[in-house]
């Protein structure tokens, strides 16, 4: 996870960033209670953008897509985190999850296609979140990165998170069975990771930066997070002893507020023994803009 340095917190106030990180936990915990891996993966998420919009400044104004909302929960976590009203469309594939999003997100409007086919008139969207969603598409991905410069009106902005092509080597399970001398072994756990979260287009920065400026988006900006403790303790709350929080959906809401307090605590819990400064990263967020 990149944090601000001392400079930038001493200038917006070291009060300001405790009570702002605070409140991050908060909306991650209401939202991922039932799923605290996920709500750690959002954490490390939402202190990237917060960054982001420190150093670039996101230029959201409406009409704004959430392309590939899910369920809608990061898409309304990222919209509590910023104090952003909330998305004109959100879109997914899954029937599914654009039923849950229609109900939980921040949209006025929900879709359901293909995001190498998008239902949109040319140039009418002005912001484009796509949140660990291009990584998924394939075949195809540059498809969608063409779709997604058609809509784009000129000037306006495009966010995109994806993995890198080795953020599995730092999930614990793989480091152990290296450690252990089961080299093949690591290999097919991560290469088993890689396809239970989706993940089919693993690239570097200038692969992006390549596949992005052959569709007129240029790169204004990126930032590289979560660090290979974060990676490691990610893998861990994934593990079954923790995928029993997804009972609380299904009991009374002070059961579930319960669930929503114990959450918090782990996420700041967990958060206290990772290492930001690490180099080597997982995750890439780029802030392009169409020209």
């Known amino acids: 996870m990149v944090l601000p340095n001392k400079g930038e917190m001493a200038s917006r106030g070291e009060s300001e960033v405790a009570a702002h990180r605070d409140s991050i936990f908060e909306v991650l915990a209401e939202e991922y209670y039932s799923k605290p891996g996920q709500g750690l993966a959002g954490l490390y998420d939402l202190v990237a953008f917060d960054l982001a919009n420190d150093l670039v400044s996101f230029d959201i104004r409406q009409p704004a897509l959430d392309l590939g909302c899910g369920n809608g929960a990061f898409g309304s976590a990222f919209c509590r985190s910023l104090g952003f009203d909330g998305f004109d469309l959100g879109m997914d ?21 293909d995001a190498r086919v998008i239902p949109i008139k040319t140039g009418t969207i002005r912001f484009i979140l796509s949140h ?36 599995t080597s730092a999930l614990f399970p793989t480091r152990l069975f290296e450690f252990l001398g089961f080299q093949k072994l690591a290999r097919f756990y991560s290469r088993k990771t890689d ?52 009972v609380f959906r299904y009991l009374p809401g002070f059961m579930q507020r319960l669930a929503v307090g114990i959450t918090k605590r782990l996420l700041n819990y967990v958060s206290t023994l990772t290492h930001p400064d690490e ?9 392009a803009r169409k020209v």
């Not at 594939?93 to 296609?113: I, M, N, W």
């Not at 598409?137 to 779709?147: N, R, T, V």
């Not at 180099?279 to 780029?286: A, T, V, Y």
């Open 93 to 113: 594939l899954k029937a599914r999850d654009v039923r849950e999003a229609t109900r939980r997100g921040p949209y006025k409007f929900t879709l359901q296609s």
């Open 279 to 287: 180099k080597e990263c997982g995750f890439l967020l780029i802030v």
């Open 195 to 246: 396809e239970r979260n989706g993940h089919r287009v693993l690239q570097n920065l200038e692969a992006w930066r390549k596949d992005l400026e052959s569709v007129d988006l240029k790169i204004e900006s990126y930032i590289q997070f979560t660090t290979k403790s974060e990676t490691a303790w990610w893998g861990v709350l994934n593990m079954r002893p923790f995928q029993v929080f997804a």
């Open 132 to 167: 660990g969603v291009l990584c998924c598409i394939h075949p195809g991905h540059e498809l969608a990165l063409l779709e997604v410069a058609r809509i784009l009106e000129t000037g306006g902005q495009f966010v995109m998170t994806v993995p890198t092509p080795g953020w």
